[in-house]
């Protein structure tokens, strides 16, 4: 079944299903993409992002957690479906669990945010786990227990989890292959992502894919 995963840089991806265009943290400078979802991991201006431009647009339907959506619905975007850490539920195209992160999640004019989040998403038969903004925390060990076929995390450094926690991330969660992001947008989340890739598939059964900004690959 059709399973294709885009990269727009930082991280923004899209997946698109047989049925759905899925924007996931659409930080795109105001390039236009179409979507039929949105998700939103935080409320961080590289994250939640174009979403309010690309909803009106398009009218795709977001998804974040409550207080993001709440936000979202006095921004004029109604179209919207809340949920929160440890939720799922199953959208008509894949399962969208909320996973935690530890991170903030204020939103651009300073209100609260919520909690930030991951998201673990179920479509076509395969498990993706994108960690979202978060540093390393144990518990990937039992996001893993659910058999991740593609893990996506951030590598950047200093706001996120860096490459040698990553790396230990990597080993925790036990994916089939993964994906960096979250480094080379700024100054100070400046990496190698093949310097790490190579580590990654030198120490662990993972491999390890660094996708170039606009590029697709098959899930
Ligand atoms: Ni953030
Ligand atoms: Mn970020």
């Not at 979202?72 to 909320?98: C, E, M, N, S, Y």
Request: charged letters at 20%; aromatic letters at 8%.
């Amino acid at each position: 079944m059709l399973l294709k995963l885009t990269w727009f840089g930082h991280s923004c991806f899209l997946l698109e299903t047989a049925s759905a265009r899925v924007l996931i943290d659409p930080f795109l400078g105001g390039r236009e993409v179409a979507a039929d979802y949105i998700l939103v991991s935080h409320g961080h201006g590289d994250h939640l992002g174009d979403t309010v431009a690309v909803a009106r647009r398009t009218g795709a339907t977001v998804v974040a957690n409550f207080e993001i959506t709440s936000w979202l619905a006095k921004q004029g975007i109604k179209k919207t479906h809340a949920q929160h850490i440890g939720g799922g539920f199953d959208h008509p195209w894949g399962r969208v669990k909320l996973t935690i992160a530890h991170h903030g999640s204020s939103l651009p004019d300073g209100s609260y945010g919520g909690n930030p989040c991951g998201f673990l998403l179920s479509a076509a038969g395969k498990k993706i786990y994108f960690a979202g903004d978060t540093g390393l925390f144990y518990d990937m060990k039992l996001i893993g227990e659910e058999g991740i076929d593609l893990a996506i995390l951030p590598i950047g450094d200093n706001y996120t989890m860096g490459p040698a926690d990553a790396l230990r991330a990597v080993k925790l969660i036990g994916p089939g292959r993964v994906v960096p992001c979250h480094y080379d947008t700024f100054k100070v989340i400046r990496q190698d992502p093949h310097a790490w890739a190579a580590e990654v598939e030198r120490t662990t059964g993972a491999r390890a894919t660094v996708m170039a900004p606009g590029e697709t690959i098959d899930i």
